[in-house]
Nanobody
Framework: QLQLVESGGGLVQSGGSLRLSCAAS????????VAWFRQAPGKGLEWVSN????????YYADSVKGRFTISRDNAKNTLYLQMNSLKPDDTAVYYC?????????????????WGQGTQVTVSS
């Protein structure tokens, strides 16, 4: 059974950076797209970014484009999210997830395994 474990969250000042990691175990991710979602306090789940199985095609929500970078190391079975120029609006619990197919989608229903989440808090 696939397990996803996020790490790297924390408290950072506005304008700062964090790098989230998502380590997979129990199964390989290399044949599937992966994504990051987030959920801010009192709000619904929001798609942030996804990468196809090969890592050569990536997509970003407009709210993070140019500031966040998704990447994956299939040899290490690990997914990353580099977050730069962080804003207070980026405060949320961030989740990594595995898609059902090689190509990701923006809807949460397209993903079947989820990590437990890591808290990111950006202070102003």
């Amino acid at each position: 059974q696939l397990q996803l474990v996020e790490s790297g969250g924390g408290l950072v000042q506005s304008g700062g950076s964090l790098r989230l990691s998502c380590a997979a175990s129990g199964s390989n991710l290399d044949r599937y797209a992966v994504a990051w979602f987030r959920q801010a306090p009192g709000k619904g789940l929001e798609w942030v970014s996804n990468s196809n199985s090969g890592g050569d095609t990536t997509y970003y929500a407009d709210s993070v484009k140019g500031r966040f970078t998704i990447s994956r190391d299939n040899a290490k079975n690990t997914l990353y999210l580099q977050m730069n120029s962080l804003k207070p609006d980026d405060t949320a619990v961030y989740y990594c997830t595995k898609a059902r197919e090689r190509v990701g989608v923006r809807a949460a229903g397209g993903y079947d395994y989820w990590g437990q989440g890591t808290q990111v808090t950006v202070s102003s």
